[in-house]
């Protein structure tokens, strides 16, 4: 049974950050592709930031580059999200996925707001 358990997320003041992890268990984790997308009250899904399989190349959209750093851990089956210079619009709930041809999964989200 495959599980991506999110953690990190809370309330920040503008400015601030905050490092999500996510750990993954029930898959061979150095096969899997890994991206982080958020979600907003009224908004779809956005994809955040992606990780290839050894780490070796990310990808980030406009809205978080060089703001935001996506790693990986392969040997703790973790990915990251360092999120610096957080704004407002960065509130949502957070989520990882994993992704190969054959599998697709995700983890439940934690919430990030940023608010003074």
């Known amino acids: 049974q495959v599980q991506l358990v999110e953690s990190g997320g809370g309330l920040v003041q503008p400015g601030g950050s905050l490092r999500l992890s996510c750990a993954a268990s029930g898959l061979t984790f150095s096969s899997y592709a890994m991206r982080w997308y958020r979600q907003a009250p009224g908004k779809e899904r956005e994809l955040v930031a992606t990780?290839?399989?050894?780490?070796?190349?990310?990808n980030y959209a406009d809205s978080v580059k060089g703001r935001f750093t996506i790693s990986r851990d392969n040997a703790k089956n973790t990915v990251y999200l360092q999120m610096n210079s957080l704004k407002p619009e960065d509130s949502a709930v957070y989520y990882c996925n994993a992704w190969s041809g054959p599998g697709n999964y995700w983890g439940q989200g934690t919430q990030v707001t940023v608010s003074s």
């Open positions: 990780s290839t399989r050894a780490g070796r190349m990310t």
